[in-house]
């Protein structure tokens, strides 16, 4: 059973860091992408990184470029993702996700994109 375990998240003032980690079980990553979206009140949920193990990139939206990193340890089947220069508008659920596209055409900003999802973690970013 695939499973995925967001965790990391918490209150830190702007400008601040956090990191998030997503743990994945019943799968390798081989073939998989694997995806953080976030979601704030009252808004649609947004990508905002990807790793592709199909193609080895990593992909992020335009408003965290720059500031998040993500990246992984295959030994511990984790994701990571690094986020630094903290703003309030980072304020948001952030979810983890993956799926297997094993190099089909994958759009990976689009949550329809992706299969399995994790429960959220909350990160909160005071000004």
């Known amino acids: 059973e695939v499973q995925l375990q967001a965790s990391g998240g918490g209150l830190v003032q702007a400008g601040g860091s956090l990191r998030l980690s997503c743990a994945a079980s019943?799968?390798?990553?081989?073939?998989?992408?694997i995806g953080w979206f976030r979601q704030a009140p009252g808004k649609e949920r947004e990508g905002v990184s990807c790793?592709?193990?199909?193609?080895?990139?990593?992909y992020y939206a335009d408003s965290v470029k720059g500031r998040f990193t993500i990246s992984s340890d295959n030994a511990k089947s984790t994701v990571y993702l690094q986020m630094s220069s903290l703003k309030p508008e980072d304020t948001a659920v952030y979810y983890c996700?993956?799926?297997?596209?094993?190099?089909?055409?994958?759009?990976?900003?689009?949550?329809?994109?992706?299969?399995?999802w994790g429960q959220g973690t909350q990160v909160t970013v005071s000004s």
């Open positions: 019943g799968f390798t990553f081989d073939g998989y992408a």
């Open positions: 790793i592709s193990f199909s193609n080895g990139r990593t």
């Open positions: 996700a993956a799926d297997p596209t094993k190099g089909r055409p994958f759009y990976w900003g689009l949550q329809n994109e992706y299969h399995y």
